[in-house]
């Protein structure tokens, strides 16, 4: 289970990063937009409690129990990772530039290029526009190739973004499920 951050650990956590949970050839890598201070603090990807990424990946089917984050690791059983757009921690995404998007962006292809998941699934639709120079984007699946992956946008789990409910979070994140192909979430499982 994971713990609690002091405000203290959460401040001096401002501008680190957390390693990416990553693997070549996984079915979809995940990526946030950039990680948060409380997440900073733990290390772990989208760790304070009112982000709904951890709910919403297990009711859209992709793990078969709701994982915690300090079980982020396990991820790459189920041929999933997480990386992030910008890989610095903040107190808000607001806090980031354009121009720190976009060569995130530019990053971001690289990376997937190397590790050359599947898909890309992108939780931000306003970060994905920004970093790509996609400003008509809307959720769900993309034209066009990144890094060559498919990719899938989709809402933002924090629990700031009220446009979206856990309920159609979990939806969102289903439709995906579904349309990507995959059958099972079944850890040691091949890639598809």
Same mark, same amino acid.
């Given at each position: 289970?994971?713990?609690?951050?002091?405000?203290?650990?959460?401040?001096?956590?401002?501008?680190?990063?957390?390693?990416?949970?990553?693997?070549?050839?996984?079915?979809?890598?995940?990526?946030?937009?950039?990680?948060?201070?409380?997440?900073?603090?733990?290390?772990?990807?989208?760790?304070?409690?009112?982000?709904?990424?951890?709910?919403?990946?297990?009711?859209?089917?992709? *793990?078969? &129990?709701?994982?915690?984050? #300090?079980?982020?690791?396990?991820?790459? %059983?189920?041929? /999933?990772?997480?990386?992030? $757009?910008?890989?610095?921690? *903040?107190? &808000?995404?607001?806090?980031? #530039?354009?121009?720190?998007?976009?060569? %995130?962006?530019? /990053?971001?292809?690289?990376? $997937?290029?190397?590790?050359?998941?599947?898909?890309?699934?992108?939780?931000?639709?306003?970060?994905?526009?920004?970093?790509?120079? /996609?400003?008509?984007?809307?959720?769900?699946?993309?034209?066009?190739?990144?890094?060559?992956?498919?990719?899938?946008?989709?809402?933002?789990?924090?629990?700031?973004?009220?446009?979206?409910?856990?309920?159609?979070?979990?939806?969102?994140?289903?439709?995906?499920?579904?349309?990507?192909?995959?059958?099972?979430?079944?850890?040691?499982?091949?890639?598809?």
């Amino acid at each position: 289970m994971t713990t609690r951050p002091t405000k203290e650990q959460q401040a001096a956590a401002h501008g680190k990063t957390i390693d990416d949970v990553i693997a070549p050839g996984l079915d979809v890598l995940f990526c946030g937009i950039n990680p948060g201070l409380y997440s900073g603090a733990l290390g772990l990807h989208f760790a304070r409690p009112g982000n709904r990424f951890w709910p919403a990946l297990h009711r859209g089917g992709f *793990t078969p &129990r709701q994982l915690d984050p #300090s079980e982020q690791d396990a991820l790459i %059983g189920y041929g /999933l990772g997480i990386t992030n $757009v910008v890989a610095r921690t *903040t107190a &808000r995404a607001d806090e980031l #530039s354009a121009d720190e998007l976009r060569e %995130g962006g530019r /990053l971001l292809v690289a990376r $997937v290029a190397e590790y050359r998941p599947h898909w890309l699934a992108v939780v931000g639709i306003t970060a994905f526009r920004t970093a790509f120079g /996609l400003p008509k984007a809307a959720i769900g699946p993309q034209e066009g190739e990144i890094g060559g992956a498919r990719v899938w946008v989709l809402p933002n789990p924090s629990g700031l973004n009220a446009h979206w409910t856990p309920t159609t979070l979990g939806e969102e994140f289903g439709r995906f499920f579904k349309e990507h192909g995959r059958i099972q979430a079944q850890p040691g499982r091949s890639p598809l």
